[in-house]
């Protein structure tokens, strides 16, 4: 029997090695998931935060854990998920501090619900505007999207300034109405 058919070699061996060390972590993760959860409930106030701060730990772990003695593994993930949520709150607080800089008082809490309901609000929208008579949709388009004065607009496309004002009028009646329904 030669060398090669006796042993494996040593890369087959680190690699199932490897292997098992990553799926022992991954147990330990799970068995830890929930103490984590409510370790973190007590620091971070969005699930949203607990969630992104669970992913960076699960991350580390995997990256990281082999160097980690097996007993201490557990304490050790409390430790990276303490951390994480400070530095998380490090962000928050430095993102709140430059939005105040720059004439806010505090910085949006977007809620998800809120911004698909204002996409498709939006969407909506522009196909209301589509609907409306090309005439009234320049007027609209002007205003809005150009922000020029109505007197500008009457100017640009050679018409009456009440003329402008009327059909900016019944543009946005139209909308309303179709908006409504």
Known sequence: MTQDQSLPND???????????????????????????AFLRKRLPQDSDIDDCLQVVFVKL?????VVAAPALKSWL?????????RL????????KMYQKHGGTKAPIIDPTTAVM???ETE????ALKELPESWQQIVSLRIYENLTFQQIADQL???????LTRMRRALERLKNDLSK
């Open 11 to 37: 890369h087959e061996s680190t690699a199932e090695t490897a292997d098992e060390g990553v799926a022992r972590r991954r147990r330990v993760f799970e068995e830890t998931k929930d103490g984590l959860q």
């Open 62 to 66: 995997i990256e990281k854990g082999s």
């Open 78 to 86: 409390f430790r990276v998920a303490s951390n994480e949520s400070a």
């Open 89 to 96: 709150w490090r962000s928050k607080a430095a993102a709140e």
């Open 118 to 120: 204002q996409v498709e």
């Open 124 to 127: 909506q929208l522009k196909n």
């Open 158 to 164: 050679g018409i009456p300034l009440g003329t402008a």
